[in-house]
């Protein structure tokens, strides 16, 4: 079963790589590219640890098949990165708690980046739901939802 | 997850030799379904030695509408496609209803359309609405094309219409009539990410006096696949569209089904959301065909 030739696009750097045909993204940017700042939690879908933007979608790259990414423009959270410089949400997560074990916040960050791109100043209900994707074991979610209010420059 | 052998067409006609010559090919589009279950090993098939990718097949793709000829959704369009889609909203409330509902953001911007339909899950969120809006769903293969109506496509658990190396190619709704509505809503323990209980799509066509002039309700999760409560439907036909009608509608329909108990819900419960969600879903619909 022969591996699988694609090109991508990667937080601004541009791929050609071979990749087990098998392999979901996850897999190939943590394993191939070395990038683990994603983490893997539940790998069905149900838990958004794995969450990167592709294409400007958020998805789930536990169950995306690597190969399935030929030719896109993938965003991991090490992306947000800009000149050494903390993106305002990851920078938020962190001023306001919303970090403890820190095993949900790349997928955390992610997703509330995609909210915000698309909902600038969301409500409570709007967070609630732009995150419903994303499980969070220790915060209890609260202070997740005030990084985000945060990060959109809202009062908590 | 096993090996296999990736291809990743860019033409309906070379996806369908592929079907052929790699003989038990799988298709994919989205991988939400068939990914996880090849993970889990779960698939009633064998194992694929190959997957076919559709995202890349121009034909499968994009959702159009004209106000005489109605809706096409290629089968490649994604859950947030359709509950984006200004169209769809505005004309098929009940479609875009049941697409955004569908898990969570990142599971609607990888699941299609075509993967919910031939998934064949009864709980499917996208069936329902499509029953009540009588969809055509068109399927190509190794002998040609044809189309058949949603209330043939599905046919067990898992198990739909498509013969062996068949594709779903789009799914083509009728343009609504005047004075007409829909609605779906599922029964979950939580809003987003869960597995309808009970899923209900109700369409109607009103008369200028306030009658049924046409009727269509769907189920979902209530029998090995989605179904039509068509002894309901034959009742409130020529109906007025009122309380009354509507809270006796509600009984046949909770009569009429048959669920099963299982880890979601008792069948006793299922009977009593089918008759719950079948008279709210028919008074939205019949607000929205009031224009309201
Ligand atoms: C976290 C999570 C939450 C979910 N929540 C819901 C929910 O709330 N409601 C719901 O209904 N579903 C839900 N699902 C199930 C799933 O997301 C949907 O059924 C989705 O629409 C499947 O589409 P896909 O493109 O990902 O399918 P795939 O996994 O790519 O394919 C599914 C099946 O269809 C076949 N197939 C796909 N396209 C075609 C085609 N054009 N022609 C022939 N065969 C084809 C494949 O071979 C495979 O057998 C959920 C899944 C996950 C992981
Ligand atoms: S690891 Fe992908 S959703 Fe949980
Ligand atoms: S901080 Fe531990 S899972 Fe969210």
Same mark, same amino acid.
């Given at each position: 079963?022969?591996?699988?030739?694609?090109?991508?696009?990667?937080?601004?750097?541009?791929?050609?790589?071979?990749?087990?045909? @098998?392999?979901?993204?996850?897999?190939?940017?943590?394993?191939?590219?070395?990038?683990?700042?994603?983490?893997? !939690?539940?790998?069905?879908?149900?838990?958004?640890?794995? +969450?990167?933007?592709?294409?400007?979608?958020?998805?789930?790259? #536990? #169950?995306?098949?690597?190969?399935?990414?030929?030719?896109? %423009?993938?965003?991991?959270?090490?992306?947000?990165?800009?000149?050494?410089?903390?993106?305002?949400?990851? @920078?938020?997560?962190?001023?306001?708690?919303?970090?403890? #074990? =820190?095993?949900?916040?790349?997928?955390?960050?992610?997703?509330?980046?995609?909210?915000?791109?698309?909902?600038?100043?969301?409500?409570?209900? %709007?967070?609630?739901?732009?995150?419903?994707?994303?499980?969070?074991?220790?915060?209890?979610?609260?202070? &997740?939802?005030?990084?985000?209010?945060?990060? +959109?420059? @809202?009062?908590? | 997850?096993?090996?296999?052998?990736?291809?990743?067409?860019? *033409?309906?006609?070379?996806?369908?030799?592929?079907?052929?010559?790699?003989?038990?090919?799988?298709?994919?589009?989205?991988?939400? %379904?068939? $990914?996880?279950?090849?993970?889990?090993?779960?698939?009633?098939?064998?194992?694929?030695?190959?997957?076919? +990718?559709?995202?890349? &097949?121009?034909?499968?793709?994009?959702?159009?509408?004209?106000?005489?000829? !109605?809706?096409?959704?290629?089968?490649?369009?994604?859950?947030?496609?359709?509950?984006?889609?200004?169209?769809?909203?505005?004309?098929?409330?009940?479609?875009?209803?049941? *697409?955004?509902?569908?898990?969570?953001?990142?599971?609607?911007?990888?699941?299609?359309? =075509?993967?919910?339909?031939?998934?064949?899950?009864?709980?499917?969120?996208?069936?329902?609405?499509?029953?009540?809006?009588?969809?055509?769903?068109?399927?190509?293969?190794?002998?040609?094309?044809?189309?058949?109506?949603?209330?043939?496509?599905?046919?067990?658990?898992?198990?739909?219409?498509? /013969?062996?190396?068949?594709?779903?190619?789009?799914?083509?709704?009728? /343009?609504?009539?005047?004075?007409?509505?829909?609605?779906?809503?599922?029964?979950?323990?939580?809003?987003?990410?869960?597995?309808?209980?009970?899923?209900?799509?109700? *369409?109607?066509?009103?008369?200028?006096?306030?009658?049924?002039?046409?009727?269509? &309700?769907?189920?979902?999760?209530?029998?090995?696949?989605? $179904?039509?409560?068509?002894?309901?439907?034959?009742?409130?036909?020529?109906?007025?569209? +009122? %309380?009354?009608?509507?809270?006796? *509608?509600?009984?046949?329909?909770?009569?009429? #089904?048959?669920?099963?108990?299982?880890?979601?819900?008792?069948?006793?419960?299922?009977?009593?959301?089918?008759?719950?969600?079948?008279?709210?879903?028919?008074?939205?619909?019949?607000?929205?065909?009031?224009?309201?």
């Amino acid at each position: 079963m022969g591996k699988v030739n694609i090109s991508f696009t990667i937080n601004g750097s541009s791929h050609q790589i071979d990749v087990e045909p @098998q392999w979901t993204l996850l897999e190939m940017v943590r394993e191939q590219l070395h990038l683990t700042g994603t983490k893997e !939690g539940c790998g069905t879908g149900d838990c958004g640890a794995c +969450s990167m933007i592709v294409d400007g979608r958020l998805i789930t790259s #536990c #169950c995306m098949l690597a190969p399935q990414a030929d030719g896109s %423009d993938v965003t991991t959270v090490e992306g947000l990165l800009a000149n050494g410089d903390l993106h305002p949400v990851q @920078q938020a997560f962190i001023e306001t708690g919303g970090v403890q #074990c =820190g095993f949900c916040t790349p997928g955390m960050i992610m997703a509330t980046k995609a909210l915000l791109d698309r909902t600038p100043k969301p409500t409570l209900d %709007d967070i609630r739901e732009g995150l419903a994707g994303n499980l969070c074991r220790c915060t209890g979610y609260t202070k &997740i939802y005030e990084a985000v209010m945060t990060a +959109s420059g @809202q009062e908590i | 997850m096993r090996t296999f052998n990736f291809y990743a067409p860019t *033409a309906l006609d070379e996806a369908l030799e592929l079907l052929r010559k790699t003989d038990g090919g799988r298709p994919i589009a989205g991988g939400t %379904d068939l $990914v996880v279950q090849m993970k889990e090993a779960a698939t009633k098939f064998p194992h694929p030695s190959s997957i076919i +990718s559709l995202l890349l &097949i121009p034909e499968l793709n994009g959702i159009e509408f004209d106000e005489s000829t !109605g809706l096409r959704i290629g089968a490649t369009s994604t859950m947030s496609d359709i509950a984006d889609s200004a169209d769809i909203r505005e004309h098929y409330p009940s479609i875009a209803e049941g *697409a955004g509902i569908v898990g969570s953001i990142q599971t609607m911007n990888m699941a299609t359309v =075509g993967g919910n339909l031939c998934n064949g899950a009864p709980s499917a969120d996208t069936a329902p609405p499509f029953l009540v809006h009588d969809a055509e769903f068109v399927i190509t293969g190794p002998n040609g094309r044809r189309s058949l109506p949603a209330d043939e496509f599905f046919v067990g658990p898992g198990e739909t219409a498509l /013969a062996p190396n068949e594709l779903l190619v789009e799914v083509r709704v009728p /343009a609504p009539a005047d004075r007409s509505g829909s609605a779906y809503v599922r029964h979950t323990p939580r809003k987003q990410m869960d597995i309808a209980v009970v899923g209900v799509a109700a *369409a109607v066509t009103l008369t200028n006096d306030d009658r049924i002039e046409n009727i269509r &309700i769907a189920l979902g999760a209530v029998a090995p696949t989605p $179904v039509r409560a068509t002894k309901t439907e034959t009742f409130l036909s020529g109906q007025p569209a +009122s %309380d009354e009608s509507f809270a006796e *509608a509600a009984e046949t329909a909770a009569a009429e #089904c048959n669920p099963i108990s299982d880890v979601r819900g008792s069948a006793e419960f299922r009977r009593h959301l089918v008759g719950t969600l079948t008279k709210r879903m028919l008074e939205r619909a019949a607000n929205r065909a009031r224009g309201g």
